[in-house]
């Protein structure tokens, strides 16, 4: 839950109103991309929807109370029959893509999932779950010892429970991929493009939780390595999960699924705010644009750039689920779908810079990573609802009657304190918090598309 901050001071001196202070040459927008795509009435809206990062620390303390207080209520009330919608979604076969059958267990017929960030946490427990339902899973890590590790560790476990699956997948590691360079981006993408000519899941998984440095391509760091540098790897990995067949119980087919991991935090990405609001320094501060509202080409471009905003996690959370969203638009009718995920407050490897007294904390009111994977996995091979694009773990107060089914409940726009945390349910299609933009988060979502292809240089 927590919402890093920036350590980097502003940039001092220079011409302010194109904030091009460390991007290379080739990423520098011309002014007219510094100016709101419609600065009317249509795009604009006086309805901020979303909260300052100040009202996220206000409410960090109500969700814990919240989260013990629902959850000792219900240990007290199990013995007494209650409401089915708190119950732990289970994801049946019946629920799920059909594998494939498999020509005397040769597992190379077994559809494939590529795993950014899977050698620990919840990318490591939802890379294990693919596997052990058949899937072959290629764990896209910065570290090939840890990957190889990783890979070996989850074949282990696999085998041992081989006589308890139908059918198993196998895991490995092809190349090294770091998200912070486009460099790596790309060179895994041709290595896995000379091996395999489609690809079936891809589940933006990785993510970082700090701010401040920026990479080698000049962008900053927290931005480019849980949003951008997925965005180029999607893009470059668009071909082969176009060709891919993923084959629904009755018959029908979809072509790839693309998996974005998303937070609360998305609910805390207010485009009314100056992007840096550190004020030790006025006159640093003073003259940077405000966005008045608008998630516009200049907001994108702020996010990208280092030193201009003090939020660029929850901005990259954000913008995942309108990736998401603009995915679905475009290539949905060549049956493309794209899923964003929050895998709720986990207690994983993010929070290995914190002391160990916080470790312990979270420990005790936080998801374990299992639990987390639990979103992710049921947006990789879920049959989900049509028009469903986001997921998240627990239960809401506010459904949405016409939408829900059993197995698969339907909720609107949450209050950010039960998205924190609560009564953990497994995986619930919720309605995302999106830009007051006129069109439903899509002038924002098309936004963010020029942005990041200008940045990639993968303009179509």
Same mark, same amino acid.
């Given at each position: 839950?927590?919402?890093?901050?920036?350590?980097?001071?502003?940039?001092?001196?220079?011409?302010?109103?194109?904030?091009?202070?460390?991007?290379?040459?080739?990423?520098?927008?011309?002014?007219?991309?510094?100016?709101?795509?419609?600065?009317?009435?249509?795009? !604009?809206?006086?309805? /901020?929807?979303?909260?300052?990062?100040?009202?996220?620390?206000?409410?960090?303390?109500?969700?814990?109370?919240?989260?013990?207080?629902?959850?000792?209520?219900?240990?007290?009330?199990?013995?007494?029959?209650?409401?089915?919608?708190?119950?732990?979604?289970?994801?049946?076969?019946?629920?799920?893509?059909?594998?494939?059958?498999?020509?005397?267990?040769?597992?190379?017929?077994?559809?494939?999932?590529?795993?950014?960030?899977?050698? %620990?946490?919840?990318?490591?427990?939802?890379?294990?779950?693919?596997?052990?339902?058949?899937?072959?899973?290629?764990?896209?890590?910065?570290? !090939?010892?840890?990957?190889?590790?990783?890979?070996?560790?989850?074949?282990? /476990?696999?085998?041992?429970?081989?006589?308890?699956?139908?059918?198993?997948?196998?895991?490995?590691?092809?190349?090294?991929?770091?998200?912070?360079?486009?460099?790596?981006? !790309?060179?895994?993408?041709?290595?896995?493009?000379?091996?395999?000519?489609?690809?079936?899941?891809?589940?933006?998984?990785?993510?970082?939780?700090?701010?401040?440095?920026?990479?080698?391509?000049?962008?900053?760091?927290?931005? /480019?390595?849980?949003?951008?540098?997925?965005?180029?790897?999607?893009?470059?990995?668009?071909?082969?999960?176009?060709?891919?067949?993923?084959?629904?119980?009755?018959?029908?087919?979809?072509?790839?699924?693309?998996?974005?991991?998303?937070?609360?935090?998305?609910?805390?990405?207010?485009?009314?705010?100056?992007?840096?609001?550190?004020?030790?320094?006025?006159?640093?501060?003073?003259?940077?644009?405000?966005?008045?509202?608008?998630?516009?080409?200049?907001?994108?471009?702020?996010?990208?750039?280092?030193?201009?905003?003090?939020?660029?996690?929850?901005?990259?959370?954000?913008?995942?689920?309108?990736? %998401?969203?603009?995915?679905?638009?475009?290539?949905?009718?060549?049956?493309? !779908?794209?899923?964003?995920?929050?895998?709720?407050?986990? *207690?994983?490897?993010?929070?290995?810079?914190?002391?160990?007294?916080?470790?312990?904390?979270?420990?005790?009111?936080?998801?374990?990573?299992?639990?987390?994977?639990? %979103?992710?996995?049921?947006?990789?091979?879920?049959?989900?609802?049509?028009?469903?694009?986001?997921? /998240?773990?627990?239960?809401?107060?506010?459904?949405?009657? *016409?939408?829900?089914?059993?197995?698969?409940?339907?909720?609107?726009?949450?209050?950010?304190? %039960?998205?924190?945390?609560?009564?953990?349910?497994?995986?619930?299609?919720?309605?995302?918090?999106?830009?007051?933009?006129?069109?439903?988060?899509?002038?924002?979502?098309?936004?963010?598309?020029?942005?990041?292809?200008?940045?990639?240089?993968?303009?179509?």
């Amino acid at each position: 839950m927590k919402i890093p901050t920036n350590n980097n001071q502003p940039p001092n001196g220079g011409e302010r109103n194109i904030p091009n202070i460390l991007l290379p040459s080739r990423v520098i927008p011309d002014e007219s991309d510094w100016i709101p795509i419609n600065n009317d009435n249509e795009w !604009r809206s006086d309805a /901020q929807p979303y909260y300052a990062r100040a009202t996220f620390m206000k409410l960090c303390l109500p969700a814990v109370l919240y989260s013990l207080i629902l959850n000792v209520s219900l240990k007290m009330l199990s013995l007494v029959p209650f409401t089915s919608r708190l119950n732990v979604q289970r994801l049946h076969t019946k629920d799920c893509f059909v594998l494939p059958s498999t020509n005397g267990g040769d597992e190379t017929t077994n559809p494939i999932a590529i795993l950014t960030g899977s050698n %620990t946490g919840v990318g490591f427990q939802t890379a294990t779950a693919l596997v052990e339902r058949g899937y072959n899973v290629i764990l896209a890590c910065r570290s !090939r010892e840890k990957g190889e590790h990783a890979a070996k560790k989850i074949n282990d /476990q696999s085998n041992d429970r081989g006589d308890l699956l139908k059918q198993c997948g196998k895991a490995s590691f092809l190349h090294p991929l770091d998200l912070s360079s486009f460099a790596s981006v !790309r060179a895994f993408c041709k290595v896995y493009s000379d091996k395999y000519s489609t690809l079936n899941i891809l589940v933006n998984n990785a993510g970082i939780n700090s701010q401040g440095d920026v990479t080698e391509d000049g962008l900053e760091m927290c931005f /480019q390595s849980n949003f951008v540098g997925h965005f180029l790897l999607t893009r470059l990995l668009l071909p082969h999960l176009l060709k891919a067949k993923n084959i629904c119980n009755n018959n029908k087919e979809e072509a790839g699924r693309v998996v974005n991991l998303s937070s609360v935090t998305h609910h805390f990405a207010p485009a009314n705010e100056r992007l840096y609001d550190d004020t030790t320094d006025s006159s640093s501060s003073k003259d940077l644009p405000l966005n008045n509202g608008i998630h516009d080409k200049h907001f994108w471009f702020g996010s990208a750039t280092p030193g201009l905003s003090n939020g660029t996690y929850r901005e990259s959370k954000l913008a995942s689920i309108l990736f %998401t969203m603009e995915l679905n638009k475009r290539y949905g009718s060549q049956g493309l !779908r794209s899923v964003a995920v929050d895998p709720g407050s986990v *207690a994983s490897d993010i929070w290995r810079d914190e002391s160990q007294l916080m470790q312990n904390a979270y420990k005790m009111v936080y998801l374990t990573p299992k639990q987390g994977a639990s %979103t992710s996995i049921a947006a990789s091979i879920g049959i989900i609802p049509k028009d469903a694009f986001y997921l /998240q773990p627990y239960f809401q107060w506010r459904l949405k009657k *016409a939408q829900s089914t059993t197995r698969w409940p339907w909720y609107k726009v949450p209050n950010p304190i %039960t998205e924190m945390l609560g009564k953990y349910i497994g995986y619930a299609i919720t309605d995302p918090r999106l830009p007051n933009d006129g069109s439903g988060g899509h002038k924002s979502s098309n936004a963010l598309w020029s942005v990041c292809e200008k940045i990639t240089s993968q303009e179509e």
